[in-house]
């Protein structure tokens, strides 16, 4: 059981939309998945589940979700989902309430790593790849989730700012594993892997991607990973109807009876052959 957060010191970078469609791909490929959503907005419990849990209710039980989990009021088996279209994936599933945890587990002994208790305690071949989304910041809920992982995928998108961050997220794994693992051997960062990007034939011109990646090489030799993920409007289109990028594009652009034609558009094939390929990656670090 392979155990990886994705993660990124700035928001929009594509966190849940890369989760998501990791996770699917994996799924599609014969592996068994679990989803961990460490993220109070429950995006990736969303584009999974097609809803996210019910919200507390005063005087009420606490739901079953990642919030319950967290503070202790849940159990694994009474928190997790499997995803109704996809039999190889279970969720944690997340909400708002979330976002009310890290108070409660600040003064609590363990509070930086009841995830790692929580995935320690099942059978290492419950799962083949646990994939753990997270939320920009660097609250209990990020230790958390670096804690309980044996991998870290930074994600970066092409900018000045962006590539600043990158340093920032290793720390910050760094800090993890010296001081809240006690100079554990893991986690690890696996790799960089560069979203939205503008991506031309012709490499020699001078995009802001171009030079993103030159400096990301230079900084942090041999972290890149080979694959960079598109800009395209589709992924934020799928993401809001409940679809991974694969079936978003198969069914928007199905061709009639007869007719002969691709699974995806152009830009919706770009996207989805770099997760295909991104996956190989993962697959490939995981042997």
């Known amino acids: 059981m392979r155990r990886t957060v994705y993660t990124a010191d700035k928001g929009g970078v594509g966190k849940t939309t890369t ?11 014969g592996k068994r998945v679990l989803v961990a959503d460490v993220d109070g907005q429950g995006d990736a ?5 097609g809803a996210r849990p019910p919200l507390m209710t005063p005087g009420k039980t606490v739901p079953p ?17 499997s995803a109704p279209k996809y039999p190889l994936i279970d969720v944690l599933p997340s909400n708002k309430d979330l976002d009310r945890a890290p108070l409660l587990m600040a003064n609590e002994p363990g509070g ?10 099942l059978s290492n071949d419950a799962y083949d790849f646990v994939l753990i989304d997270t939320a920009k910041g660097r609250d209990l809920l990020l230790i958390n989730a670096i804690a309980a ?17 990158v340093a920032r997220t290793i720390e910050h794994v760094e800090a993890v594993r010296t001081k809240t693992l006690l100079g554990a051997d893991r986690p690890q960062v696996m790799g960089i892997l560069m979203t939205r990007a503008e991506i ?18 230079e900084t942090h ?20 109807m409940a679809m991974s990028i694969f079936e978003y594009e198969s069914l928007k652009h199905r061709p009639a009876t007869g007719e002969a ?4 558009t152009v830009r919706g094939r770009r996207l989805a052959e770099a997760y295909e390929k991104f996956v190989q990656e993962v697959i490939d670090h995981a042997r």
């Not at 989760?19 to 994996?26: D, F, T």
């Not at 041999?222 to 993401?239: N, S, W």
């Not at 034609?261 to 995806?264: D, E, F, N, T, W």
């Open 19 to 29: 989760v998501a469609n990791v996770a699917v791909r994996l799924a599609e490929l």
């Open 45 to 49: 419990t969303y584009a999974l589940l």
């Open 65 to 81: 979700s990642m919030y319950a989990l967290m503070v202790e009021q849940a159990t694994f088996n009474e928190v997790v989902v």
């Open 112 to 121: 930086t790593t009841v995830l790692k208790h929580t995935l320690d305690a």
């Open 149 to 165: 992982s044996d991998d870290v995928v930074v994600m970066v998108m092409p900018g000045t700012l962006e590539i600043d961050a």
């Open 200 to 217: 031309r034939a012709d490499e020699t011109v001078e995009t802001l991607t171009v030079s993103a990646r030159r400096i990301i090489e």
């Open 221 to 240: 030799p041999g972290m890149l990973f080979k694959t960079i993920i598109p800009e395209a409007v589709d992924y934020r289109k799928a993401i809001s």
């Open 261 to 264: 034609g691709s699974r995806y």
